[in-house]
T-cell receptor, first 113, second 114 residues
Framework: DAGVIQSPRHEVTEMGQEVTLRCKPI?????LFWYRQTMMRGLELLIYFNNNVPIDDSGMPEDRFSAKMPNASFSTLKIQPSEPRDSAVYFC???????????FGPGTRLTVT | AQSVAQPEDQVNVAEGNPLTVKCTYS??????LFWYVQYPNRGLQFLLK??????LVKGSYGFEAEFNKSQTSFHLKKPSALVSDSALYFC????????????FGKGNQVVVIP
């Protein structure tokens, strides 16, 4: 398997623009997680899905953030409108079951100017 | 709420010397414990986990970790560090009950000096 795939790897955008990050989990994995990593706050869980259903979105910072998982092989994280404080590395991870280790994608480095 | 503490910001060790990265946890009930490693510009990679059973867990790249319930600790160890072990190391925990959120520590930068 190719592992967790994320696109784009780098995104530079201007404040106010819409940003969409994409993730393809490992085939057969039932759980999908979105994280954000910054120097100041470390690694934060934003939201996770089980069998395409959002289970816990308490980490989503505000209404500007939304995530969807329309099928088992694809998820998006959208920021609209984007702000400079959203600049971070966003990781997607998947796992077979909730207690299993999570497999992380390479991340998307987002810069909002 | 579950949480992890990694008390040191950076761990410096000479190549060939033993490496220890400390982690203590707080969780209701029995813990599931994990160690991950992150190399520059990469995602986190799984190293090892403790679910139940033997307190000494062996993982990838020669790493091991010891679960100590009385001290609520799960320290990562390697008998002989390599320069290539220089990376950011994260400890994580989730409780036996409750949802499947992992609580990650802030990470420890390990620098192995040649």
């Amino acid at each position: 398997d190719a592992g967790v795939i994320q696109s784009p790897r780098h995104e530079v955008t201007e404040m106010g623009q819409e940003v969409t990050l994409r993730c393809k989990p490992i085939s057969g994995h039932d759980y999908l997680f979105w994280y954000r990593q910054t120097m100041m706050r470390g690694l934060e869980l934003l939201i996770y899905f089980n069998n395409n259903v959002p289970i816990d979105d308490s980490g989503m910072p505000e209404d500007r953030f939304s995530a969807k998982m329309p099928n088992a092989s694809f998820s998006t994280l959208k920021i609209q409108p984007s702000e400079p404080r959203d600049s971070a590395v966003y990781f997607c991870a998947s796992s077979l079951v909730g207690t299993d280790e999570q497999y992380f994608g390479p991340g998307t480095r987002l810069t909002v100017t | 709420a579950q949480s992890v503490a990694q008390p040191e910001d950076q761990v410096n060790v000479a190549e060939g010397n033993p490496l220890t990265v400390k982690c203590t946890y707080s969780v209701s009930g029995n813990p599931y414990l994990f160690w991950y490693v992150q190399y520059p510009n990469r995602g986190l990679q799984f190293l090892l986990k403790y679910i139940t059973g033997d307190n000494l867990v062996k993982g990838s790249y020669g790493f091991e970790a010891e679960f100590n319930k009385s001290q609520t600790s799960f320290h990562l160890k390697k008998p002989s560090a390599l320069v290539s072990d220089s990376a950011l190391y994260f400890c994580a925990v989730r409780g036996f009950y409750g949802n499947n959120r992992l609580a990650f520590g802030k990470g420890n930068q390990v620098v192995v000096i040649p």
